[in-house]
């Protein structure tokens, strides 16, 4: 269960019960049955946009969202942000680029905003601190329940592909 390490010893045991029951893809899909539409890059810099126009107008732009498939699980990373900076005549620019792993096209749609939410606010806060938390929750109230359940996600993922629990 390494998407579930620092989880207290309860919920392990709760997860371990669907686990040992097989009962965690089943679990998964009833609570979130719905599919989203947003399979292509020009799809997804618009979803993001939309978002971050609505919580975070004053934050740089953004210039490129983009589905990734280098980005996996294996690398710990789900998404990345980052600032490319170039100069530009006498001037510094910096472009501001958002990736998600591939493998949110085939996830929930609520997992998506998860990780669109998390990498939108890296734009404010770069650590991993209660003020980016709080602005993670401020744009996606249910940030944190959500974060788990898309590490429940990964881990079937992982189990269905190395057949079974």
Do not use: N
């Not at 719905?34 to 618009?46: G, K, M, N, P, V």
């Not at 998600?100 to 997992?111: D, M, N, R, T």
């Not at 990780?115 to 944190?144: N, Q």
């Amino acid at each position: 269960m390494r998407f579930l390490g620092g989880y207290p010893p309860d919920v392990l045991a709760q997860v371990r019960a669907l686990i040992d029951a097989d009962r965690l893809g089943e679990h998964i899909a009833r609570r979130y049955p719905d599919r989203h539409t947003i399979q292509t890059d020009r799809a997804l810099y618009d979803y993001t946009s939309e978002i971050k126009q609505e919580y975070l107008r004053s934050a740089p732009p953004l210039h490129k969202v983009r589905y990734d498939a280098r980005l996996d699980t294996a690398q710990h990373a789900l998404g990345l942000h980052t600032a490319i900076s170039r100069v530009q005549g006498g001037k510094l620019k910096a472009k501001k680029e958002i990736r998600v792993a591939s493998l949110f096209k085939e996830a929930p749609p609520e997992f998506l905003r998860m990780i669109v939410v998390h990498e939108l606010a890296h734009l404010k806060e770069t650590d991993h601190d209660k003020a980016f938390y709080r602005l993670c929750e401020y744009m996606e109230p249910r940030y944190h329940q959500l974060e788990f359940d898309t590490r429940l996600f990964l881990a079937w993922r992982e189990m269905e592909k190395r057949g079974g629990a």
